[in-house]
């Protein structure tokens, strides 16, 4: 898309009180929810974890896969920010399903506190240092954030390059969170799983708000 799409996207969208409102409550909640989850980081870390058996960790010794982890995931992350920028309603759900991904990563986290395989090397990634302030965060494993993610701009992406580059992405960051043993492998399969339900969540609840948008407008 031109520039000029996309400023006449965004334009489009604050012509509508609806869209705009919609657009600011989202973001509003986005970085509420983020930071609350920022705090109860700091929590989950002191709360006693369970190890799980996982029959396939046993069968090698972990592997350092921290850049490749990072470039693959953050790449994805910028890709998608800029990609969904152009058009204003897929960033909004973007927003939301993250959101709603990020509460149910809380909910989890707190219903099945885990402690780390035994063998992990710990991911090494800036944002979630930066969030647990400064704190290494090691116990956030119910469920994977960086796989669900990934899955998560894969759902959401509708240009296929970009749905086969985060389906590749939700692949790589999957296996190598499990090579490195910072994740039990129910926590990659559960990540997909939570994922597609968050998705389809707001896609159900947008078919709704919509419909009755449309129908008060005729």
């Not at 989850?37 to 929590?43: G, P, R, V, W």
């Not at 149910?104 to 990634?125: E, H, K, N, T, Y």
């Not at 119910?142 to 086969?164: E, I």
Request: with cysteine; glycine share 4%; charged share 15%.
């Amino acid at each position: 898309m031109s520039e000029s799409n996309f400023i006449s996207n965004w334009k489009k969208l604050f012509r509508s009180k609806p869209k705009t409102i919609e657009f600011l409550l989202t973001v509003g909640l986005l970085v509420a929810v983020v930071y609350s989850f920022s705090q109860y980081l700091k929590y989950n870390e002191t709360r006693p974890g369970a190890i799980i058996d996982d029959p396939i960790l046993q069968y090698f010794n972990a592997i350092d896969l921290n850049l490749l982890l990072f470039i693959t995931i953050y790449s994805s992350l910028l890709l998608g920010l800029i990609a969904f920028s152009f058009d204003p309603q897929q960033l909004i759900t973007a927003f939301q399903t993250y959101t709603l991904l990020v509460l149910f990563r809380m909910l989890a986290m707190w219903l099945i506190p885990l402690d780390p395989p035994v063998g992990c090397i710990d991911l090494q990634d800036p944002v979630v240092f930066i969030m647990g302030t400064g704190k290494k965060i090691v116990k956030d494993l119910f469920f994977s954030g960086h796989t669900s993610t990934a899955f998560m701009l894969f759902q959401v992406a509708k240009n296929k390059y970009l749905k086969t580059y985060f389906l590749l992405a939700t692949i790589t960051v999957g296996v190598s969170v499990i090579l490195q043993k910072a994740h039990y492998t129910i926590d990659v399969y559960a990540g997909l799983i939570y994922s597609y339900a968050s998705y389809q969540i707001i896609k159900s609840l947008h078919k709704k708000f919509y419909k009755t948008e449309n129908e008060k407008q005729n």
